[in-house]
């Protein structure tokens, strides 16, 4: 076992709401064993203390950019604009050559929120590092809804959306859910 401490990063799509809370808290928790730990978002407000990841801002235009296409496709599927941002479809995020360079100093990636145009799942893998994910919603095992509230086709297979237009065994949310188990598997 190495005396060395790992340098460990905590990804969000934001530097506001709960999971960025709760990174912070772990950070302040983890910064008295390990000077090693990154804190980066990629939208940020008035946070002073995390590196943003945004400094270029060409990279958040285009997560911006990617994010708004992303939602914009959504409007054919969605029931009504109270669900627009309640379902993402992670078919967006930022430039994989930016990711993986952002990732490189780092052993451990913590992963908190990474919609919002961030991070696509089918990235992960290429960062090749270890991951740890804390789940801030329950948006990584359904089909693209953030709470499901008192839907439960999750536990089985997603289709039927409540959330959606039309919505049919093979909705849009059976699609994300298939690809968010194909990606999460390898």
């Known amino acids: 076992m190495s005396d060395k401490a790992a340098k460990i990063l905590h990804l969000n799509a934001s530097d506001s709401g709960g999971a960025f809370v709760f990174a912070e808290n772990l950070i302040k928790g983890l910064s008295a064993c390990s000077p090693y730990v990154g804190h980066h978002a990629l939208y940020s407000g008035a946070a002073q203390n995390i ?5 270029p801002r060409l990279h958040k235009s285009f997560a911006f950019g990617q994010h708004a296409a992303e939602k914009f496709k959504l409007l054919w599927h969605e029931k009504d604009s109270s669900v627009r941002f309640k379902f993402s479809m992670s078919e967006s995020g930022m430039p994989l050559k930016a990711l993986k360079a ?6 451990l990636i913590h992963l908190h929120w990474i ?3 961030f991070i696509r799942l089918e990235d992960l893998k290429a960062m090749n590092k270890p991951l740890v994910w804390t789940c801030h919603d329950a948006w990584p095992f359904t089909g693209g809804c953030h709470l499901p509230n008192t839907c439960k086709q999750y536990e089985q297979s997603c289709g039927h ?6 919505p049919n065994a093979n909705d849009l949310s059976a699609k994300v859910l298939s690809a968010n188990k194909r990606c999460i598997r390898n």
């Open 51 to 55: 590196n943003l990841f945004n400094r």
């Open 102 to 107: 952002l990732c490189e100093p780092y052993d």
């Open 115 to 117: 919609n919002k145009g």
């Open 161 to 166: 959306c409540p959330m959606l237009k039309h």
